[in-house]
């Protein structure tokens, strides 16, 4: 997979794919049925975290928003080394050859992995090199130790004594002081000392506490003059104050990353205790990457390669910045100027109908949101009247990922406190919130709640929500499904869907997905949805053969599709069969995507797009013509927790979600599909050769923007009594 091309030109794919059809299609030079009919998994995420890269690249992106992105980019990157990269790493040293489906081997992904990472970190430079100019010009300024005035030495001085020396701890280096633990992300000083006295040198280490803010603001300037110093030129500047009677005869940065993934004891008696193990076990994995300031002393490099230990291919010489993720640290709110224009998300016409009602709301007619354009307080504000409501009998809930002080939990414990039956399914196995997890789920049970972790082998990915509630003579089931996490914090980012209903056909789905986590009863006779591991791939599959049929039959045939990513080789090789049949397939890939378009004889009817913006694209959709094309009231419409990955179709507990009222149909087909493909101003177009082709902008042309058509127009089903009589033109403002 190639870097990405921000260039454009005449002959770009074009990106509006309403309006537009698939270039025409090139031969291969392969075999179409080997596996290089796919791209490689951890190529296609490198490219994607270009892409994230060239955000902060992008003109038209205000300057912090900019520096957000390249943390983002940064982060990311840890990430990959810390999980994919590190199992990658324990395969090849196996002597595992077992080649992924593109035909590679762990070893030769890992040489292809090294080269694209060390140049997408020279990007990262390059765009923070960048974006310091601009910042500097604005009036956010990063001081050199040389640049320090003798006056703001003086708040300086106060400020390390204070803040800073009572937590670091200098370590001498030598035979009776062993090298220090470095945990994963941690950041040093290695320094070469002298003592003073009689010239005996002296190596250390300073390990830097992460609770220590990285940039450090002066005093004075006023609101448009911001001036920092870097925490480590702070230290030092007051080595003297660590070790007295040395002076510096050499140092240098470096920061470790760490293998993060976790292997769990299939049958661990006590599944929390067990994770709780594992994560200390994470701050001690072995180092999968080290990157150190470029030109630090040879003796140095030398001890710290040795003892911690690293090889030579596994260390980044930096000439610049080390630990890029802590820019977001300076992506200052006080500076509106140089941020998006602020956004609040909307409240639904809907829910203003009745009086903020959400059971009535929900009562009315099935509503879909689309986060963030309008608010997830819908979603907590459903848990909170069912916590107070004295008609609600029960509650069951999945959680994922949530934020640190979740007003979801908050709900349950206040449910469950109130005599309610509450019961939490919480996920452990959630990658890097494992342990926000297990405080949650200390909590609830601690007020009362039933809190079950699913199962050891599968992770439970599904979005599911459902209160319980006595009308009349009858139990009726309120019924939230979602397509991203319950947690308040992300869902201002990410966007995502929200299908609140009381359709009785899904409240029995749920109901039966729940007893499944519970006490591993296998459902049966599921109405609206399907559920991975079970029944969620076979539905596709069926759905895309169903799709070929028609048009092999001479009927209209088209697929659109939203995801985070596809690399599952199974419907990959069912998309291809459809193209193959004359079906047209559209699909908005944000990250991965291992499938291989516009190939005659294989692809010659599929494109993809990718979307990268001011959101994080989340929500997975998908729509099949079902004999009529697309958009068609006849279509068969989805909404999913699921991307198309094998981890989702076989290893976790996922929903399909059949959207069956025609007004959250429209919705999702004719106002979200529809902006999403005929996206140009966020649209990167990816060629047959792995390359992605952002869209030409030239200034002054407009370019549709999905964000910010959604930003501008609220969704079908929640404009109350407005209603779907006409779905919005897809255009917005321009600036």
Request: with cysteine.
């Amino acid at each position: 997979m190639s870097n990405t091309d921000a260039s454009g030109s005449p002959g770009d794919p074009a990106a509006d794919f309403l309006k537009s059809g698939p270039l025409p299609a090139i031969a291969a030079d392969f075999d179409i049925t080997g596996p290089q009919r796919f791209f490689n998994r951890e190529l296609s995420w490198l490219a994607f975290n270009w892409r994230v890269l060239d955000e902060a690249r992008n003109p038209r992106v205000p300057v912090l928003e900019r520096l957000r992105f390249l943390s983002i980019s940064s982060a990311n990157l840890d990430e990959f080394y810390s999980v994919r990269v590190a199992g990658l790493r324990e395969l090849a040293r196996a002597g595992n050859t077992t080649p992924s489906i593109d035909g590679l081997t762990p070893a030769e992904q890992l040489r292809l992995i090294d080269a694209g990472a060390r140049s997408l970190m020279d990007g990262q430079q390059i765009a923070y090199r960048e974006i310091l100019a601009l910042m500097d010009a604005a009036g956010i300024r990063i001081l050199s130790r040389d640049g320090i005035a003798a006056g703001d030495r003086t708040f300086l001085e106060g400020y390390f004594l204070e803040q800073v020396f009572p937590v670091l701890s200098p370590l001498a280096i030598d035979p009776a002081h062993p090298f220090p633990f470095i945990p994963n992300a941690g950041f040093a000083l290695a320094l070469q000392l002298e003592r003073v006295a009689d010239g005996r040198p002296l190596q250390a280490l300073l390990p830097v506490p992460p609770q220590v803010q990285r940039f450090v603001a002066l005093p004075g300037g006023g609101p448009m003059l911001q001036r920092f110093v870097l925490l480590e030129d702070l230290v030092l500047l007051h080595l003297d104050r660590l070790f007295p009677g040395y002076r510096t005869r050499g140092h240098c940065a470096f920061r470790v990353l760490r293998d993060s993934d976790i292997e769990i004891e299939d049958e661990a008696e006590d599944l929390v205790r067990e994770f709780e193990t594992a994560l200390k076990r994470r701050r001690r994995g072995q180092v999968v990457r080290m990157k150190m300031t470029a030109g630090a002393p040879v003796a140095l490099r030398a001890v710290i390669m040795e003892e911690l230990p690293v090889g030579p291919d596994e260390v980044i010489e930096v000439d610049g910045f080390i630990g890029m993720a802590d820019l977001a640290g300076l992506v200052l709110e006080n500076r509106p100027d140089l941020l998006w224009p602020p956004f609040t998300p909307r409240v639904p016409e809907r829910v203003r109908d009745h009086g903020g009602d959400m059971f009535a709301a929900i009562r009315h007619k099935d509503m879909l949101l689309h986060h963030p354009y309008e608010t997830f307080d819908m979603v907590v504000r459903l848990l909170r009247q069912a916590a107070g409501d004295g008609d609600v009998v029960a509650i069951r809930q999945t959680l994922y990922r949530t934020s640190r002080n979740s007003p979801i939990v908050d709900a349950l414990c206040e449910a469950a406190e109130s005599g309610k039956s509450v019961t939490a399914l919480v996920e452990l196995k959630a990658r890097f919130d494992e342990a926000a997890n297990i405080r949650q789920s200390r909590r609830l049970e601690r007020a009362g709640a039933h809190v079950v972790y699913g199962f050891t082998q599968l992770k439970t990915h599904a979005k599911l929500s459902m209160v319980v509630r006595r009308e009349g003579e009858r139990l009726v089931t309120y019924t939230h499904l979602g397509t991203g996490n319950y947690n308040p914090d992300t869902a201002l980012v990410y966007t995502d869907l929200s299908l609140f209903t009381c359709d009785p056909a899904l409240g029995r789905d749920v109901t039966k997905v729940f007893n499944y986590e519970g006490g591993y009863a296998t459902p049966e006779g599921l109405e609206n949805l399907a559920i991975s591991p079970l029944t969620l791939k076979a539905r596709l599959l069926a759905l895309i053969a169903a799709e070929a049929d028609h048009a092999r039959a001479g009927r209209p045939a088209a697929i659109w599709a939203k995801m985070n990513a596809i690399i599952d080789e199974d419907l990959i090789d069912a998309l291809y069969a459809a193209s193959g049949a004359g079906v047209r397939i559209d699909l908005v890939v944000r990250g991965i995507c291992g499938l291989r378009p516009g190939i005659r004889g294989m692809s010659e009817n599929i494109r993809v797009k990718s979307i990268v913006g001011r959101f994080l694209e989340h929500a997975r959709i998908v729509c099949f013509g079902a004999g009529h094309g697309l958009p068609s009231r006849h279509a068969l419409v989805f909404l999913s927790s699921a991307d198309w990955m094998g981890r989702n179709m076989h290893r976790r507990v996922e929903t399909l979600i059949a959207a069956t009222n025609p007004t959250v149909r429209a919705q999702i087909m004719n106002q979200i599909m529809a902006a999403n493909l005929a996206d140009v101003a966020q649209s990167w177009v990816l060629a047959p050769d792995g390359t992605y082709t952002r869209a030409p902008q030239p200034e002054g042309v407009f370019a549709f923007s999905c964000h910010r058509f959604f930003m501008e127009n609220p969704s079908l089903s929640g404009r109350g009594s407005a209603g779907a009589a006409d779905v919005p033109q897809l255009t917005h403002s321009q600036d």
